[in-house]
């Protein structure tokens, strides 16, 4: 509904109002729109699952037994590990980048050089103050955000440890199993 189209109906209700006659039922705007939304029908899982949809796809399962074959966990594993590793490297690296900005003296140097030019030609030196602040302060900023960048590899690495520790997991849990089953 139009922003016209509701002042419209809005003053139609005012004049029944003030003239004793009962006003028009006012829309509902959530229900009115509500085929529109994206919402769905919820999926029913326990039906899903029943029909071989699986929830989590990292497990395999071989047909004919249907056990985990623990060698192909291993495998993933030991990739896993080795990404780690590359991951883990990749942080130190990204760390030791990053740190150079606490070496940079490019601001530094350039406020100086201000600072001693208005001194040399007589400008305030208060007028220039309040600009310099400013530089630092977005220096710092600038400073900051460098230091974040080493952040997308922290989250790998991570998200590569999680892993592997389910994994590890995972399969601790499956050798427990097959020593307590009796055979």
Do not use: C
Request: charged content about 40%; glycine content about 2%; cysteine-free.
């Amino acid at each position: 509904m139009k922003a016209n189209e509701f002042l419209t109906e809005h003053k139609k209700n005012r004049k029944a109002v003030k003239y004793n006659v009962k006003p028009e039922k006012l829309r509902n705007f959530v229900a009115k729109n509500a085929i529109n939304s994206g919402a769905g029908a919820h999926k029913d899982k326990k039906k899903a699952a029943k029909q071989g949809d699986v929830k989590h796809k990292n497990k395999e399962f071989t047909e004919e037994t249907g056990e985990i074959n623990i060698a192909d966990l291993q495998k993933q594993l030991a990739e896993l590990e080795n990404r780690k590793d590359t991951l883990r490297h990749a942080v130190q690296e990204a760390r030791k980048i990053t740190t150079e900005i606490k070496y940079d003296d490019t601001v530094m140097s350039i406020t100086t050089r201000i600072q001693q030019l208005a001194e040399k030609t007589g400008v305030d030196a208060r007028e220039i103050q309040w600009a310099i602040k400013e530089v630092q302060e977005k220096a710092n900023e600038l400073e900051s955000a460098i230091y974040s960048l080493d952040d997308a590899f922290t989250d790998a690495y991570r998200d590569a440890d999680n892993k592997a520790s389910e994994l590890e997991y995972e399969i601790d849990d499956y050798q427990n199993q097959s020593r307590r089953q009796p055979e």
